[in-house]
């Protein structure tokens, strides 16, 4: 009976459109800090931001050059250090770039 109803057309309808409002009153009713990944997925519906992922990948990238260079680093304890070490200087690097655009 529950799955005759959950297909039914108008069942659906309601929740597709529900669905947005009652993330926004789930937020408000938790009153969750704005800045963190929570707040960001339940007002939205999306579960990564395009940065996040974007961040995400090039550690991944990171990571992996750094095992092609250093064969068994990854067993290492300074490894984790190394591969923030790397991203920070990436991360500075890139602002440093957009720091000295011009846009008069």
């Excluded at 069942?11 to 993330?23: A, G, I, M």
């Excluded at 929570?38 to 996040?52: C, F, Q």
């Excluded at 961040?55 to 923030?84: C, G, T």
């Amino acid at each position: 009976m529950l799955n005759r109803l959950r297909n039914l057309k108008i069942v659906r309808n309601l929740k597709n459109q529900l669905s947005p409002k009652l993330r926004w009153l789930m937020f408000a009713n938790a009153n969750n800090d704005k800045s963190s990944s929570e707040y960001i997925k339940m007002v939205t519906g999306i579960g990564d931001l395009k940065s996040s992922s974007d961040e995400m990948r090039l550690e991944a990238m990171v990571r992996e050059q750094l095992k092609e260079e250093f064969p068994n680093i990854e067993n290492m304890q300074s490894y984790e250090l190394l591969v923030d070490a790397v991203m920070h200087n990436l991360k500075k690097k890139q602002l440093q770039a957009t720091d000295n655009i011009d846009f008069s």
